[in-house]
């Protein structure tokens, strides 16, 4: 933050009641909303590493601001595409609503120096710019650099800060604002860095959703204040609590998320000092706060006003919960405020919630039965953790979603009958930018939408029980990556999110499960006993053969908004060992541990030369 407006922000956060009368995202466009929201006293509040207020925005002076830039950009063809690294800062939320204004199409990328260091992030932004013909690019101080050198040998006709757009000369008139029809922003999908792909979201596709989400999912009140760490550029951050909060005038408070990463007792310290009453989270985010959190952290805090902990944007561990209501519980936190629920990017947002006030839902099911024939029928009483699966309900589908279970021919499936999820409804995607053979692979023209995730629903309500595409099918069985996982997180050197589970294929011509498992320092016979125990738990439980690779700290890759990537994580593997499948490896069926660090490779040479220090981890704007 500059420095002039540190010194104004500290001054006082915006207000958690509004004093207009609460609208709960009534609205036709994004435009319609700030338009409103500026009449009341509530706005973004932005807090440093350290805790403090470090910059405040009022809807009132959003408005203003976005205004008087979008005279500088009327000058682009409308409908023409503008990229925003969506760093945690005022700025970001001016160009957004700039180019609302003047009727572009702003595209959030990633503000994040992933694994491979600068000249990987730099390659990343440069392939998105590219993909979505963007005619301008932003950045703040802190990223420009590396934009400006990502945009170097394309047509992109003004790169730079808030002030480089800000010296543009300005127009007198603005462009007639935007039509419901009319895009309000691509969103670029998790892991999309080698075939990227921008969801196309219309102004009524985004209103619709949030129109549901807090009438629906969950009913936002007037004295609702958000407090969030959520990365700008994920669909949880940008829709659901940028967009969200301006669409129902609702103050919030933003930490960055990498200053979440490195103390995630700031995000709790928040909420309590500012009594928000609503905050979101991956399950990542509960586990890495619960391991972090010690017991005299949690006693000086008051977590009683957190009414909705909501958690979504993966599968869900219901052992990452429990842990965290545990060790909050000395805080006053209730975990009956947990609220799971389902989304995606290709519906802007959330598709569906459990109701609100119930805590979270495992439906326990026969393991065996549902890896043979896709059934999801109760276990039997008394079953052990082996033979049973546990599922998180996500809730019933907002209004105006349609869900269907599909098998692979493609017929609709009963009640417990696991298979792939459709939706149809005003808030789905109308296509990939620019991609129209991408979009047609997963929206039909009857506008049918394949999430690539499987499931299976109970009177209504939807159980996410994976990714179609990480599903293993290992000797004729389905074997669920997160079961893999979660066995190996029982070791004691292991915690979550150190492991990650897919498949390669075989010599035989079938897949071979390959589990990647990160860990602290530790010599040869350690790793190969780590290895040796990892490979019985798996037989035992799973009753498959596993390849089990040990390696360094920092090494396993994630997407944009923070989660492991599977695929990613496969294709370092073959790289790292250079072969195609399975039977390339002298190690097939005699157990391989590789301890990466002992032989010979250090744990920086591992991770990529060129990756900065502290760049892994939680991605971070």
Known sequence: MREDRSNKAKEEA??????????????????????????GCTGFNFYDGRGELACVLPYRELREEAIRLARRLAAFDRGSRVALVAHTHRDFAVMFFACQYAALVPVPLAAAIHLGGRNAYIRHLRELVRDCGAVAAFAPADFVGMLHEAAGDLAVAHVGTLEDFMALPAGTELPAPPAAHELAYLQYTSGSTRFPRGTMITQAAAMANLEGIFNHGFEIAADDRFCSWLPFYHDMGLVGIVLGCVATQRSVDYLATRDFAMRPRLWLKLIAQNRGTISFSPPFGYALAARRVRPKDADGLDLSSWRVAGVGAEMIHPEWLTNFAEALAPARFDPRAFLPCYGMA??????????????????????????RSNEAMHASAGASERKRSGFVNCGKALPGFEVE??????????????????????????????????????????GWLNTGDLGYRVDGALYLTGRAKDLLIINGRNVWPQDIEHLAEQQPELRATDTSAFSIVSGEGGEAAVLVVQCREMDSASAASLARRLRHSVQAELGIECLVDVVPPHTLPRTSSGKLSRSSTRKQFLERHGVERASDLAWIGKGFCAHHASAGASPVSARGADQEPGSAGINAT
């Open 14 to 39: 915006t207000a958690t009641v509004s004093g207009i009368a609460l609208r709960r995202a009534d609205f036709s466009t994004l435009t319609e909303a700030l338009d409103y929201a500026a009449q």
């Open 346 to 371: 290709e519906c802007a947002l959330a598709v569906s919630f459990v109701p609100v006030g119930g805590g979270f839902e495992i439906d326990y099911v026969d393991a065996e039965r549902l890896a």
């Open 405 to 446: 279970i599909r098998d692979e021919a493609g017929r609709l499936l009963p009640d417990r009958r696991c298979g792939r999820i459709f939706l149809r409804g005003s808030s789905v995607m109308s296509g990939y930018f620019g991609n129209p053979e991408a979009s047609r692979e997963v929206l039909s023209e009857d």
